[in-house]
């Protein structure tokens, strides 16, 4: 078969991003342009300030992303976006991208589901093979999806409340650490014990998750030390937290995997970066004699080099978008 390179847009949050991949595998440039030191300032995404970036870069971004590829936009096959879910306004600026460039090029516009790209980050790390049991952890996302075939997605279990990512950012302000919460509050755990008695959240038999509790228990934690002037230890609290969260979505994973019969596991999301949760996980894999693939750290969080990968399985089962395809703030993954 003749090979198919996609170039691929992602602007869903704060980064404006593009790569070009071939046959969903190879990665021929990636360009992620991240604007996190803006948002830190707030202490948050600000969703106008962040659209407005991605209209200031995106031209850039494909510069730079045809230049590293040594490609021009003749070698090009379709063009595959981000189409939701995310922030209404980020989101339209990459694909006004999109659409423009399908237009002048005259070549196929693929939609791709954000948490679909999140999935098939790893399938630039190895060909998945399937069953197999995708955990996704984001900011916005926190869900077990059991996959039978590429580019099938049935959910079997989701957050009922705050998503994982979110609860991190939440703990993080709460503790003073500064945005982007998660990877600092990893950072800070790493270099604590587990001394907070607090609780294992949502240890039911289902496949849901609830993070709110366990947040608002941090929360009151140190709420009533501080009311006694007892003073918190930052790093301690970060990782009774932490443990918390890893232990609660390794259970159900595990227990998910040997009911749907399947060997083989993916991480996704930004809070798959999180080193507690990869090792963890890897041990636990190990054991139970399950295969384990997680993402390259660089492509965890939100980056178009998984969009390039989920595009091209899109596009198999005929996922070919007209030109009228509108953003979505949300939207379930199928
Ligand atoms: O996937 P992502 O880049 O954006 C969404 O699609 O939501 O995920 C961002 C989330 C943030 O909540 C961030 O705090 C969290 O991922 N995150 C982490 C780590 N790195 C990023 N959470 C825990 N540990 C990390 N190392
Ligand atoms: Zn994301």
Redesign the pocket.
């Known amino acids: 078969m003749k090979d198919m390179n996609i170039l691929a847009i992602e602007s869903?949050?704060d980064e404006t991003s593009m790569a070009i991949i071939r046959n969903g595998t190879d990665n021929l440039g990636t360009v992620v342009l991240s604007q996190m030191d803006t948002h830190a300032t707030f202490g948050g995404v600000v969703p106008e300030i962040a659209s407005r970036m991605h209209v200031e870069n995106i031209t850039m971004v494909l510069e730079e992303t045809l230049n590293k590829a040594h490609m021009t936009l003749d070698d090009i096959d379709a063009i595959a976006i981000t189409y939701g879910p995310?922030l209404i306004g980020s989101l339209l600026i990459g694909l006004q991208a999109a659409k423009t460039l399908a237009f002048i090029t005259g070549k196929p516009l693929i939609p791709v589901h954000?948490i679909a790209g999140?999935i098939y980050a790893n399938n630039l790390v190895k060909r998945l093979e399937f069953p197999l049991m995708a955990l996704v952890v984001?900011?916005?996302?926190t869900e077990l999806v059991y996959m039978k075939e590429d580019y099938s997605f049935e959910k079997i279990g989701g957050t009922l409340d705050d998503?994982?990512?979110?609860a991190?950012?939440k703990v993080?302000r709460v503790l003073g650490i500064p945005y982007?919460?998660?990877?600092n509050?990893?950072k800070l755990a790493s270099a604590g014990k587990d001394t907070y008695n607090l609780p294992l959240p949502l240890d039911d038999d289902s496949f849901n998750f609830s993070f709110s509790g366990l947040k608002s228990a941090v929360i009151n934690l140190k709420h009533n030390l501080n009311q006694k002037g007892i003073e918190v230890i930052p790093e301690n609290l970060a990782a009774s937290f932490q443990n918390r969260v890893t232990e609660i979505l390794i259970k159900k994973t595990i227990r998910a995997m040997h009911k749907y019969h399947v060997k083989k596991l993916i991480i996704a999301?930004?809070?798959s970066?999180?080193?507690t949760?990869r090792d963890r996980l890897s041990s636990v894999c190990e054991e139970n004699g399950f295969e384990l693939i997680t993402p390259e750290l660089k492509y965890?969080?939100?980056n178009a080099a998984m969009i390039g990968a989920a595009g091209y399985y899109a596009y198999q089962k005929g996922r070919i978008a007209s030109l009228d395809l509108n953003a979505k703030a949300t939207d379930t993954l199928q």
């Not at 998503?163 to 979110?166: D, F, I, L, N, S």
């Not at 982007?180 to 990877?183: E, I, L, M």
């Open positions: 869903s949050c995310g954000h999140h984001s900011g916005g996302h998503a994982v990512g979110e991190y950012d993080a982007p919460g998660g990877p509050v990893d999301g930004g809070v970066a999180n080193k949760l965890c969080t939100d």
